[in-house]
């Protein structure tokens, strides 16, 4: 049967695939599409979540927006990767998408579909935690109704906005915190496995292959995104994070997991957001996180380069 998801995100580039890959592949249920401030503004990561459902031809997948700001402290973007819409690179026009925006906040819509389905769903919160935090924080008792949280966040390793935090945890550590310490059970996909499937030349050369408008657009958000990593981080190609999470959902023996205790620097003048991850077992705290190692990079890129196709009505599998 399809896994019941409900997708949490912040497009940019890397979210945009990742709706993709949900939406295309059968192994998946996109239940709805929730937004928060993080790549960009609530305003305008929601804006990008329909847009990237207009083009490619998702509908009746509700798009609810969420919080606009952390649980503590200021908001952060991320111009510098993600371009001043979130989503630079391809010319989506001037006029509005297509797709509606639900009236609901994005805590109502998650309420509402957990409630309605008729078996636990599983979150996948790909950008900060704030929405996730504050549905846990405002509903305990959905949790029985919550399967698992898989999520794309932090790191074993070193981080990617300061030396030791990874964007989406730096954004809102107390939102991670409480969900890493919320005994939901939660599989983490930081930078050390998503910095492994890295947007090649020869990945940009077969989506463009597919020979349709929606793999023309892709090829355009890649270029952006691989030439703000260059500038950035001096990458070769691009990481596409966020793809792994629902990628894993789909074929589970794609990346190697391994339990660990993970908690999150809260107060550290040059830590905060650090998420530690006792690989080792030595602060004896519970392994209670799934934590994602080593990725088969082949099989996660042909599941992408699928989903193009399929909502682009492209040719056959390549």
């Known amino acids: 049967m399809p896994v019941p998801v409900i997708l949490d995100c912040d497009p940019g580039h890397d979210d945009a695939f990742n709706i993709l890959l949900a939406a295309a592949h059968p192994a998946i249920?996109?239940?709805?599409?929730?937004?928060?401030?993080?790549?960009?503004?609530?305003?305008?990561?929601?804006?990008?979540?329909?847009?990237?459902?207009?083009?490619?031809?998702?509908?009746?997948?509700?798009?609810?927006?969420?919080?606009?700001?952390?649980?503590?402290?200021?908001?952060?973007?991320?111009?510098?990767?993600?371009?001043?819409?979130?989503?630079?690179?391809p010319g989506f026009g001037e006029g509005e998408p297509d797709v509606p925006q639900d009236p609901r906040d994005a805590l109502t819509l998650?309420?509402?579909?957990?409630?309605?389905?008729?078996?636990p769903v599983t979150l996948v919160p790909t950008g900060p935690l704030t929405n996730i935090a504050a549905l846990l924080l405002a509903h305990p008792g959905l949790a029985g109704r919550i399967r698992r949280i898989v999520m794309m966040g932090g790191s074993t390793g070193r981080g990617n906005t300061t030396p030791a935090a990874e964007f989406n945890v730096l954004c809102d550590p107390e939102a991670a915190d409480i969900v890493l310490r919320s005994g939901l059970p939660v599989t983490m996909f930081g930078l050390n496995a998503t910095h492994q499937v890295r947007a090649t030349p020869e990945v940009v050369a077969r989506i463009a292959a597919l020979g349709t408008p929606l793999s023309a657009l892709c090829v355009e958000l890649l270029t952006f995104f691989g030439s703000a990593y260059r500038e950035v981080y001096g990458f070769d190609a691009p990481p596409l994070h966020d793809p792994l999470t629902v990628a894993h959902l789909i074929d589970p023996s794609l990346v190697?997991?391994?339990?660990?205790?993970?908690?999150?620097?809260?107060?550290?003048?040059?830590?905060?957001?650090?998420?530690?991850?006792?690989?080792?077992?030595?602060?004896g705290l519970p392994a209670a996180v799934e934590v994602g190692t080593r990725v088969d990079t082949d099989r996660f890129w042909d599941l992408v380069v699928e989903a193009v196709r399929v909502l682009g009505g492209g040719p056959g599998p390549r």
């Open 256 to 283: 190697e997991l391994v339990r660990a205790a993970v908690t999150v620097e809260l107060h550290g003048t040059y830590t905060r957001g650090a998420t530690v991850v006792d690989l080792h077992g030595v602060t």
């Open 29 to 89: 249920d996109l239940l709805a599409l929730t937004t928060v401030a993080g790549n960009q503004t609530l305003e305008k990561t929601t804006l990008n979540a329909r847009r990237v459902c207009a083009v490619a031809g998702i509908r009746g997948v509700p798009i609810a927006a969420g919080r606009d700001r952390p649980l503590h402290g200021a908001r952060r973007t991320a111009e510098n990767i993600h371009g001043d819409s979130g989503l630079d690179g």
């Open 110 to 119: 998650i309420r509402d579909t957990l409630l309605a389905h008729p078996e």
